[in-house]
């Protein structure tokens, strides 16, 4: 049964970086596409990025485009969300998914 870890959210203020780690068990990791979402205070859940299996190929929504890079390191089980110039509307919890399974989510808060 897959599982999914989310870590490395907290507080920033905008204009700040931070990066998501979601470390899978319970799958053979490299068998699954990954995503990142989020959802923020109000709103519904977003897809906010998405990673083939072997990581060559990337989608983002258009909100993060060129602020944001998912990336992920199969010999570790890892996808990572790296987040740069990050602004108010940010703000959220962030959820990973793949192979069916939703991760706990980790809070970004980003105020000044």
């Known amino acids: 049964q897959a599982q999914f870890v989310e870590s490395g959210g907290g507080l920033v203020q905008p204009g700040e970086s931070l990066t998501l780690s979601c470390a899978a068990s319970?799958?053979?990791?490299?068998?699954?596409?990954m995503s990142w979402f989020r959802e923020g205070p109000g709103n519904n859940r977003e897809k906010v990025a998405s990673?083939?299996?072997?990581?060559?190929?990337?989608t983002y929504a258009d909100s993060v485009k060129g602020r944001f890079t998912i990336s992920r390191d199969n010999d570790k089980n890892t996808v990572y969300l790296e987040m740069t110039n990050l602004r108010l509307d940010d703000t959220a919890t962030y959820f990973c998914?793949?192979?069916?399974?939703w991760g706990q989510g980790t809070q970004v808060t980003v105020s000044s």
């Open positions: 990673i083939n299996t072997d990581g060559t190929f990337t």
């Open positions: 319970g799958i053979t990791f490299s068998y699954y596409p």
């Open positions: 998914w793949g192979a069916g399974t």
